[in-house]
């Protein structure tokens, strides 16, 4: 592709590498004042972010959908979303950005921090979460500024506070709740999606059968798991159409799809539109 999308730990500051352990938190004014309070689209393979809306205005686009939220508010952007914001100036809040190996701190495969980082996505805060989340935020940016460095306690408050923000959302709910098997299905489309792996893979993986697991996704989300599967590839086909100049042929062969044309089939059955409706402008 002549024109990929970019790529970064922290936005603007050259290729982003897998560094485990990563952890960094900033105001939303201390980058983005620089950019005229717009962080252009791009995205994090290896990192999750979390932004914290203390007070003001953001535009939060997060792969093809725009959203407005009005602090407080949270967004949690997975590793590898297309994402951007646009802030209205003087907006305050934190952004928190965390390598992906942070996940090794939930408890087990049933902990709501795997599907908070998993799932991501906005909401607004009440006003107790809503407290404690900017207080922990101003703790950890203490701390950063104090030491200059990582250490024990400002994962322990990282931590703490993505368990804050994200309680609420886990608390309504209860059906994505009762079977965190999902959470891990995801992760493992996340990871070979771009093998086309075949259901008795992922039902392996999981310690399944093919039955149980299309039972379960069928009970929790209303489709089966090639659906899910075929949506995510078709997600990131979107993804490469609309934000880089690469054609549907080279989508296809990045995406492993060895005949463009059978691409283009898949394209419209998931999606309902040909590959060349959403190329970017």
């Known amino acids: 592709m002549t024109e990929a999308i970019p790529r970064y730990a922290l936005y603007g500051e050259g290729t982003a590498q897998n560094t485990g352990g990563f952890a960094h938190i900033e105001t939303i004014a201390e980058r983005s004042a620089l950019h005229d309070w717009e962080i252009g689209i791009h995205r994090h393979d290896h990192f999750v972010q979390v932004l914290l809306v203390e007070e003001g205005h953001a535009a939060v686009t997060l792969d093809t959908i725009t959203v407005g939220l009005e602090g407080p508010a949270r967004v949690i952007v997975p590793a590898a979303a297309v994402h951007g ?38 909401a607004p805060l009440g006003p107790e979460a809503a407290r404690r989340a900017v207080w922990l935020a101003r703790e950890m940016l203490g701390l950063q500024q104090e030491w200059q460095q990582r250490d024990p306690l400002f994962m322990a408050l990282a931590e703490s506070l993505i368990r804050t923000i994200a309680r609420e959302e886990d608390a309504s709910d209860p059906q994505e709740r009762a079977d965190r098997r999902l959470d891990r299905f995801r992760q493992l489309v996340e990871l070979h999606y771009r093998q086309h792996r075949d259901l008795d893979f992922y039902a392996g993986a999981l310690g399944l059968t093919r039955r149980t697991l299309s039972r379960l996704t069928a009970a929790r989300l209303g489709c089966s798991p090639m659906d899910l599967i075929h949506r995510r590839l078709a ?16 989508v296809a062969a990045e995406l492993g799809f060895e005949d463009p044309s059978y691409f283009s089939r898949f394209y419209q059955r998931v999606t309902g539109r040909r590959p060349s409706q959403d190329k970017a402008a």
């Open 85 to 122: 914001f646009r802030f209205r100036q003087g907006t305050r809040g934190f952004v928190l950005t965390l390598s992906t190996d942070f996940s090794t701190r939930a408890a087990g495969p049933a902990d709501p921090l795997l599907g908070a980082l998993a799932r991501g996505g906005s």
């Open 235 to 250: 997600l990131e086909a979107h993804r490469l159409l609309r934000y880089t100049n690469a054609t549907a042929a080279q």
